[in-house]
């Protein structure tokens, strides 16, 4: 009876090793998708910092930070990681 019920249990895993419980089975889906939010999330407060302070920066004296580095760029890449965020919310 007792290999029957191993049996069973295998078959109901569907694919997943025979060891590995229903609660701890693989979830790369979910895990990526919430490293790729939290990578997002990070570069949205990393690029928000960069950009008030390069915006201070121009303020106190111009040309400082445009003659080196394109502030358009990092506006749509700051939008572009909002957005993702905001699409993906829950």
């Known amino acids: 009876m007792g290999e029957i019920k191993k049996i069973i249990n295998y078959l109901s895993l569907r694919g997943r090793s025979p060891w590995q419980s229903r609660e701890n089975r693989n979830t790369h889906g ?9 990578v997002t999330k990070e570069l949205f407060y990393i690029l928000l910092t960069a950009l008030i302070i390069f915006i201070a920066m121009e303020l106190i004296r ?5 003659a080196y580095i394109n502030l358009n760029i990092l506006l749509i890449l700051w939008l572009m990681a909002g957005i993702v965020l905001l699409v993906n919310k829950k």
């Open 30 to 38: 979910i895990t990526s998708l919430r490293f790729v939010m939290t």
């Open 62 to 66: 111009p040309n400082i930070v445009q």
